[in-house]
């Protein structure tokens, strides 16, 4: 009966394999396979309707199932639609990164030299900064003179504390520090403000600072705008509260 069926649908042939090489049925073609065992059976011992309502019960799960993988692929498109809109628009706004480096090799598999912010909120009378890979295993050490308070620029070279290239990948900076006082302090990732945007595949970039930044390690997007105008609101209020106070 299997192979009546197969001569009379043509499934399993030459010309049909070309135009489904992976043989997968869909819905259309379970429905004509149906039909054609319908129209072929035995008259004198026909197929049990519960056979067919199971059968049929089938083709509507894989029509669902279509519909739904239809879906799905529709509101994956949108989603990356919006984040492709969202990184576009930030353009010219301010980002606050995680403190996350992307490390990546050159062609000839040598690292690419990495420069980052960081921000202190106190004068700096010593410290490190040490950076881990995905793994959290201490890779390098950078030492912190005296520097003042604000941004700072580092650069790393991409090796390790021997001297050897370290793998790409993901690292985290940790950054602390002494105030003048003594007191322990951490810095932190500054602002930058973002250049362009650039897509690879499924990834989105931000170029900050001269470099490119996965939109994955950004924590926040704002206006500068507004973090200035928040700033004058609060030194006016606090220069009433003085003159009140007087």
């Given at each position: 009966m299997a192979d009546?069926?197969?001569?009379?649908?043509?499934?399993?042939?030459?010309?049909?394999?070309?135009?489904?090489?992976?043989?997968?049925?869909?819905?259309?073609?379970?429905?004509?396979?149906?039909?054609?065992?319908?129209?072929?059976?035995?008259?004198?011992?026909?197929?049990?309707?519960?056979k067919i309502l199971?059968?049929?019960?089938?083709?509507?799960?894989?029509?669902?199932q279509d519909k739904t993988n239809k879906?799905?692929?529709?509101?994956?498109?949108?989603?990356?639609?919006?984040?492709?809109?969202?990184?576009?628009?930030?353009?010219?706004?301010?980002?606050?990164?995680?403190?996350t480096l992307a490390l990546t090799n050159d062609s000839a598999g040598k690292p690419n030299a990495i420069n980052f912010e960081l921000d202190f909120a106190e004068d700096v009378k010593s410290g490190t900064v040490k950076i881990y890979d995905e793994n959290f295993f201490l890779v390098k050490t950078l030492k912190i003179e005296e520097k003042d308070a604000g941004k700072q620029s580092f650069n790393w070279d991409g090796t390790n504390d021997a001297g050897e290239y370290v793998k790409s990948?993901?690292?985290?900076?940790?950054?602390?520090?002494?105030?003048?006082?003594?007191?322990?302090?951490?810095?932190?990732?500054?602002?930058?403000?973002?250049?362009?945007?650039?897509?690879?595949?499924?990834?989105?970039?931000?170029?900050?600072?001269?470099?490119?930044?996965?939109?994955?390690?950004v924590k926040e997007i704002f206006d500068k705008e507004e973090v200035e105008i928040v700033e004058e609101e609060v030194a006016e209020d606090e220069k009433d509260e003085e003159e009140e106070t007087v």
């Open positions: 009546s069926i197969n001569s009379l649908s043509g499934f399993g042939t030459a010309t049909d394999t070309a135009v489904n090489p992976k043989s997968i049925m869909g819905k259309d073609d379970f429905m004509k396979l149906l039909l054609t065992e319908l129209q072929h059976q035995d008259p004198t011992s026909p197929m049990d309707s519960d199971s059968q049929t019960s089938q083709l509507a799960q894989l029509e669902s879906a799905l692929e529709a509101l994956t498109a949108s989603f990356a639609n919006n984040q492709n809109f969202s990184a576009v628009s930030s353009i010219g706004k301010y980002a606050k990164l995680e403190n990948g993901s690292h985290t900076v940790v950054a602390n520090y002494l105030n003048e006082d003594g007191v322990k302090l951490k810095g932190e990732f500054g602002s930058h403000k973002i250049e362009s945007v650039k897509f690879e595949g499924s990834e989105t970039f931000l170029k900050l600072g001269g470099t490119y930044v996965s939109f994955e390690h």
